[in-house]
């Protein structure tokens, strides 16, 4: 049983930061992939930004320069600092893993339960 567990979510000012963090925990052997996807209402789940294992990232365009992933492979966690947030910024942020276990030596595909974050003055 692997949990994805977020926080850090909240309510800021354009312009503002925040930070969130997401931790893995359960019969893990090791993770590869940890990512941070975002939905606002009305519109598709997308790719915030992406970290492998070794630490090669990846970015959407449009928060390129403003939001940073980093991962603490010792904690099993992945943060992802928001900073120069803007109201189009606002979405349910979610947690996304690819983690091996036992029973998934490739690698399953884990969701957290998302956490909100509203860009709003």
């Known amino acids: 049983q692997v949990q994805l567990v977020e926080s850090g979510g909240g309510l800021v000012q354009p312009g503002g930061s925040l930070r969130l963090s997401c931790a893995a925990s359960g019969s893990i052997l090791s993770i590869y992939t940890m990512g941070w996807y975002r939905q606002a209402p009305g519109k598709q789940r997308e790719l915030v930004a992406s970290?492998?294992?070794?630490?090669?990232?990846n970015y959407a365009d449009s928060v390129k320069g403003r939001f940073t992933i980093s991962r603490d492979n010792a904690k099993n966690t992945t943060y992802l600092q928001m900073n120069s947030l803007k109201p189009e910024d606002t979405a349910v942020y979610y947690c996304n893993a690819l983690i091996a276990t036992m029973t998934q030596l490739q690698g399953g595909n884990y969701w957290g339960k998302g956490t909100q974050v509203t860009v709003s003055s």
């Open positions: 970290i492998r294992s070794a630490g090669r990232t």
